[in-house]
């Protein structure tokens, strides 16, 4: 009897039964009977019984083997991938995988606490569950495939219905095989950084402000003494247009008799500016 490629122990087992019920019953007719036959018969039976139970033994063996290599090629993935997941969890950026449809298959714990949700809440929704609905976008998967290192500002919103600020980096996802299967994508609040950078041009306008209304002439001047600003007092005081002035030397607008002075006042200035940002760096 021979059998088939990959066939596996139960198939085994069932033939040795069926044999050793042959066996079984070809004992009882050789009792009654004493056919010498019947006895060769018999002994080629039990010879091949027991070829088949040593193979059966070898096959569940080799079963047993496979089985136990299997659960622990399993066990090393699942801890690989339990590992894998811890360092995504304890990670400060938001991460989000999508498949292409845009339903989110995983979102870490930066992600969910910064829009107020929790994993089972995001889980199988739709990405747009992050974004207002004016800056939805439909995709298509050629742009997916395509998407590499995505970085953009943009405006997302949380479960109690607040937008913040956020940047964003979405990276294409595929197999080993080149297959398409989702969309990565990282998002980091960005509020602290757009109220400073608020702050700043607040300031700067300010200053701007300043410097405009003052009745004396202000200006800057670059390292190498060129005129690089002028307010409108200048225009005022001179009679001459800024715009004209811009570039220039100011030692063009210093008396001759107090240009020397000027010169090693301006010296002066840009050395201490180079000493407080060499101290600075420092």
């Not at 400060?92 to 449809?101: A, F, P």
């Not at 200053?207 to 005022?236: K, P, Q």
Request: aromatic share 8%; hydrophobic share 45%.
């Amino acid at each position: 009897m021979i059998f088939r490629r990959g066939a596996g122990p139960r198939s085994a087992l069932s033939v040795v039964s069926l044999l050793l019920g042959i066996l079984f019953l070809g004992v009882l007719l050789f009792f009654s009977s004493g056919s010498h036959i019947l006895l060769l018969l018999l002994t080629a039976v039990g010879v091949l019984v027991i070829f088949l139970g040593f193979r059966l033994m070898s096959q569940m063996k080799i079963a047993a083997l496979r089985m136990e290599e299997e659960a622990s090629t399993r066990k090393r993935t699942e801890e690989s991938l339990g590992h894998f997941k811890q360092l995504l969890d304890i990670t400060k950026v938001g991460i989000t995988l999508s498949n292409t449809e845009g339903q989110i298959l995983y979102a870490n714990e930066a992600e969910t606490s910064m829009h107020g949700y929790t994993v089972d809440e995001l889980t199988g929704k739709d990405v747009k569950i992050f974004a207002p609905p004016e800056f939805w976008e439909a995709t298509t998967p050629e742009q997916i495939r395509d998407m590499k290192s995505w970085k953009r500002e943009s405006v997302n919103i949380r479960k109690d219905g607040t937008v913040f600020p956020v940047e964003l980096v979405s990276d294409a996802v595929t197999s080993v095989s080149g297959h398409l299967i989702g969309v990565v994508t990282t998002c980091q609040d960005i509020s602290e950084r757009k109220q400073i950078e608020k702050q700043l041009k607040e300031a700067r306008e300010r200053y701007r402000s300043l410097i405009e209304t003052a009745r004396d002439i202000i200006c800057t001047v670059s390292s190498e003494g060129n005129i690089t600003a002028l307010n409108e007092a200048f225009e005022s005081v001179t009679g001459w247009l800024r715009n004209e002035w811009i570039g220039r030397h100011f030692g063009m607008l210093v008396h001759p008799e107090d240009l020397l002075f000027a010169g090693s006042v301006m010296m002066g200035v840009i050395a201490e500016v180079e000493s407080h940002a060499l101290t600075m760096c420092v």
